[in-house]
């Protein structure tokens, strides 16, 4: 099998379940990838939770005292049940199996791979950098509802600056050194380590400019991160 044309996502929660399920981004997104299957692209989508973790989370601590791995199960399922929502809106063209064991050999010959939470401590980034390593894809698109990434918290600081290419030795020391059950960190700390030794490049975008995600998933001049 010929991975050169195979694409990376790790799809941001946030875009999913903002709040309630966004409907209008779900269409525009299949247009999106739809549009790129046809000429012969592939996709592995992996799903984050949203705001359905969240939930499910702040309900479960409201009664009782949760662990980090009551929490990151919690979440996990969250990410399957995205998983499975894009799974039926891609059933045309996607593998009927939804991969929650990147570790595990994966084989497939369509045009789109679904993938979801795997286990506690490993986040959805993780599970990206995992299938990139597999597949032999040099690329990971990051998307989620932010632009870019910035020098520090552009909600606490006004003088915060966007970066648009930054290199892995700098990119991680902006991150927190572990990472924890919906930590809110541009791509997860233990994922960027990995993805640095095995040399990846990471996109981050903003998923619901779909104009500049043609651009980035095309090759061409985008708005957003380059990390390498």
Known sequence: ???????????????????????????????????????????VLICGGGKTCRYYQSAAKSVIKLTDEDLDW?????????????????????NPKIITHPLEKIHFSESILIAAGWKPGRSTD??????????KAKRILNLSNITCVYDKDPAKYKNAHPITKINW?????????????GANAPFDPVAS????????????????????????????????????
Not at 126 to 135: D, E, R, T
Not at 197 to 203: P, Q
């Open 193 to 228: 380590k990995l993805a640095h030794k095995l040399g990846l490049e990471v996109d981050i975008l903003d998923g619901k400019n779909y104009a500049n995600l043609r651009k980035c998933l095309t090759s061409q001049k985008f708005i957003g991160t380059k990390i390498i």
């Open 169 to 181: 030795p700098e990119f991680r020391k902006l991150l927190p050194e572990k990472w924890s059950p």
């Open 74 to 94: 919690l979440g996990i399922h969250s990410t399957r049940l995205n998983a499975h929502l894009l799974r039926t809106i891609f059933y045309q063209s996607a």
């Open 1 to 43: 099998m010929n991975n050169n044309n195979i694409t990376i996502i790790s799809l941001g929660g946030s875009l999913i379940v903002p709040d309630q399920i966004d409907v209008a981004f779900l269409k525009s997104f299949k247009r999106v990838i739809d549009n790129l299957t046809t000429k012969g692209e592939r996709f």
């Open 126 to 135: 993780y599970v990206a950098v995992l299938i990139a390593k597999q597949l």
